[in-house]
């Protein structure tokens, strides 16, 4: 099963992505959609923290790939 409309706290909801992806995985979901708002409102809210994710999220995958 997969859940292709959720939203964290960047948005109208109230956990971080990363809890998100924790939570859908324990319920055992195969994917999730994180399909957070985004309008001039909270742009100076939401861009920061997607371009900290991202960095996280690249030395996640580079760390991930070393090991394997």
């Known amino acids: 099963m ?3 409309h959720t939203h964290s706290i ?3 909801g109230v956990l971080i992505p990363s809890e998100l992806v924790r939570r859908a995985e324990h319920k055992g ?3 999730i959609g994180i399909t957070d708002h985004g309008d001039s409102s909270n742009m100076d809210f939401i861009i ?3 371009v900290c994710f991202a960095k996280e999220l690249i030395i996640f995958l580079i ?3 070393m090991s394997i």
């Open 2 to 4: 997969i859940d292709l």
């Open 10 to 12: 960047f948005s109208d």
């Open 29 to 31: 979901l195969k994917g």
């Open 48 to 50: 920061p923290r997607v």
């Open 63 to 65: 760390r991930l790939t």
